[in-house]
């Protein structure tokens, strides 16, 4: 039973490029979360993302920031143009389709802008 | 806007002592409350899941209460160890948009 899958775990940028973050959620979970944990600091909810449907964006910076769960394959969280403050930890957490679901995350991808 | 924080921020306590954690959040709308638990540089471990409609949950060692007309949440360690050390987080999912909403973390050392 694979859990939450994320890669890269370590992505290294130069200010100015993409960033492309992956997320594999577990097996029959629909609803997918991201998170951003910046240094010394708390989780902050980004995106919820339903199979190819956008629900909960609150979180996301209006600009540079996208991300999508297509119907085949992994959710991808997008960072374009990186500036040093989008170093963090990018963390994506998946849960079954009940509301009372228990959400499951993975290991987080670690993001460093030179 | 829910709010929950976590009350000590950091706590170091000897190994063997039984310890209490402490959340609070503002807005007894919740599916549900989930203690984490994070290791540095890793990912978030998923330690204990209370329903809104229950009060209590247990696995081993750890105890998790839930009073939701209060707002408050405490995990409850026995017989600590030194690879309990951890930051424990707290996090409440809100009606309506279901999402976590996280407190800031209890930084836990268990000295040998």
């Known amino acids: 039973n694979a859990g939450v899958m994320q890669n890269p775990r370590h992505l290294v940028r130069r200010r100015g490029q993409e960033a492309r973050l992956r997320c594999s959620p577990v097996k029959g979970h629909s609803h997918v979360y991201w998170y951003r944990q910046l240094p010394e600091e708390g989780l902050k909810f980004m995106v919820y993302l339903q199979k190819e449907n956008i629900i909960d964006e609150s979180g996301m910076p209006k600009e540079r920031f996208s991300a999508e769960f297509p119907k085949e394959g992994p959710s991808i969280l997008r960072i374009q143009q990186v500036v040093r403050g989008d170093s963090a930890a990018y963390f994506c957490a998946s849960s079954p389709q009940q509301l009372t679901g228990e959400l499951f995350f993975g290991e987080g991808s670690r993001l460093t802008v030179l | 806007k829910q709010e929950v924080t976590q009350i000590p921020a950091a706590l170091s306590v000897p190994e063997g002592e039984n310890l209490v954690l402490n959340c609070s959040f503002t807005?007894?709308?919740?599916?549900?409350l989930q203690w984490f638990r994070q290791d540095p540089g890793k990912g978030l471990t998923s330690l204990l899941l209370i329903q809104s409609s229950q009060r209590e949950q247990t696995s081993g060692r750890l105890n998790a209460s839930l009073d939701k007309s209060s707002g408050r949440s405490t995990l409850y360690i026995a017989a600590s160890q030194p690879g309990d050390s951890a930051t424990y987080l707290c996090?409440?999912?809100?009606?309506?948009?279901?999402?976590?909403?996280f407190g800031q973390g209890t930084r836990l050392t268990i000295n040998p």
């Open positions: 996090a409440v999912r809100i009606q309506g948009a279901q999402k976590l909403v």
């Open positions: 807005d007894s709308a919740i599916y549900n």
